[in-house]
């Protein structure tokens, strides 16, 4: 059964702070792998680790600029990777595997939004390959290194999901595409992969969760035309966010809290939005947000988990 989506009181809020979650969060002798750790909400979570004393290993496709984004931002470590390349998740995978150390977070950000038409691998629709198939071939690939008895997989969904369910009829657009569908179906699989990482790992101690970060502007909009943020209502004509939009700080805060705060510690496989878990949907207004009822069925979430590990050849539980 899927987590109960029920406000549990966490003490902080829309407004909340990557750096306010982690007052008092001691994570020296800890490491986080965060992917997209070096642009937008992932360069502040990133940040925001690293100050409360953990190690961060930040994989990246553009290897060249994470290293330079992250050069003054001292305990972290970049390797190469292409979430879209199943090969490349594998050697990178093998090459953590291969240190013999532990991971105690891992924060699923990296993810593409709304790009023009684009097929990887086999075909696959890239939205689906890259922020869904590829974080699951990762971190199942990644089982041997996760802290047991304390391990938090993190998957930043997105109120997206609102847009579209699972397309089980035509997961990879064959018939029509649509960047926004595409996008929207990635994020409910990211919230899905989530219900059930936790089913399965919950007896190792694993606890995942999805999270809604919030509306921020980063350079996860790179594909969506000025005019259409404006035609939006996402910014003036001025290029000032609108009303309701998180700074990043603000953004990575909920991703932040789901990996450390022990309040969470009995409500596995919940999805959170503003720092607390997020109540169901009751209005199609993603600045309201909340979560469909489609992210979190477990019945869903299994199906779409043994489908990804047949496209992915990868089951750490099977």
Same mark, same amino acid.
């Given at each position: 059964?899927?987590?109960?989506?029920?406000?549990?009181?966490?003490?902080?809020?829309?407004?909340?702070?990557?750096?306010?979650?982690?007052?008092?969060?001691?994570?020296?002798?800890?490491?986080?792998?965060?992917?997209? $750790?070096?642009?937008? @909400?992932?360069?502040?979570?990133?940040? !925001? #680790?690293?100050?409360?004393? =953990?190690? +961060?290993?930040?994989?990246?496709?553009?290897?060249?600029?994470?290293?330079?984004?992250?050069?003054?931002?001292?305990?972290?470590?970049?390797h190469e990777l292409d979430l879209a390349d199943l090969e490349s998740v594998r050697v990178f995978?093998?090459?953590?595997?291969?240190?013999?150390?532990?991971?105690?977070?891992?924060?699923?950000?990296?993810?593409?939004?709304?790009?023009?038409?684009?097929?990887?691998?086999?075909?696959?629709?890239?939205?689906?390959a890259?922020?869904?198939? $590829?974080?699951?071939? @990762?971190?199942?690939?990644?089982?041997? !290194? #996760?802290?047991?008895?304390? =391990?938090? +997989?993190?998957?930043?969904?997105?109120?997206?999901?609102?847009?579209?369910?699972?397309?089980?009829?035509?997961?990879?657009?064959?018939?029509g595409y649509d960047g926004w569908l595409a996008y929207a179906q990635s994020k409910t699989a990211n919230a899905l992969f989530a219900v059930h990482l936790d089913t399965l790992g919950a007896a190792d101690g694993l606890r995942s969760f999805a999270v809604h970060p919030g509306s921020i502007l980063t350079p996860l909009q790179r594909h969506v035309p000025r005019a259409e943020q404006i035609a939006q209502g996402w910014i003036d004509a001025e290029g000032r966010p609108a009303a309701g939009f998180k700074t990043p700080a603000q953004g990575a805060a909920t991703a932040i809290w789901a990996a450390t705060s022990p309040l969470l510690d009995a409500h596995g496989g919940a999805y959170c939005q503003d720092c607390d878990i997020a109540e169901p949907a009751t209005t199609d207004d993603m600045l309201i947000g909340g979560v469909k009822p489609w992210a979190v069925d477990a019945d869903e979430a299994a199906r779409l988990w043994e489908l990804s590990a047949e496209l992915t050849g990868v089951d750490a539980y099977s």
């Open positions: 059964m899927a987590a109960k989506q029920q406000r549990i009181g966490s003490g902080f809020g829309a407004q909340s702070t990557a750096e306010e979650v982690l007052t008092g969060v001691d994570l020296w002798g800890r490491t986080a792998l965060v992917t997209g $750790g070096y642009s937008g @909400l992932g360069l502040e979570t990133t940040r !925001a #680790l690293t100050r409360a004393g =953990a190690h +961060v290993i930040v994989p990246a496709r553009r290897r060249a600029t994470a290293e330079e984004t992250l050069r003054d931002v001292p305990g972290t470590e970049v995978s093998g090459r953590i595997l291969e240190t013999g150390r532990t991971l105690d977070i891992v924060i699923a950000g990296a993810g593409i939004m709304a790009c023009p038409e684009t097929r990887v691998g086999p075909a696959w629709e890239a939205h689906f890259t922020n869904h198939l $590829g974080h699951f071939a @990762l971190v199942n690939r990644l089982r041997p !290194a #996760l802290a047991p008895g304390r =391990a938090r +997989v993190v998957s930043v969904s997105s109120a997206g999901h609102f847009l579209s369910p699972i397309r089980w009829d035509d997961l990879h657009f064959r018939t």
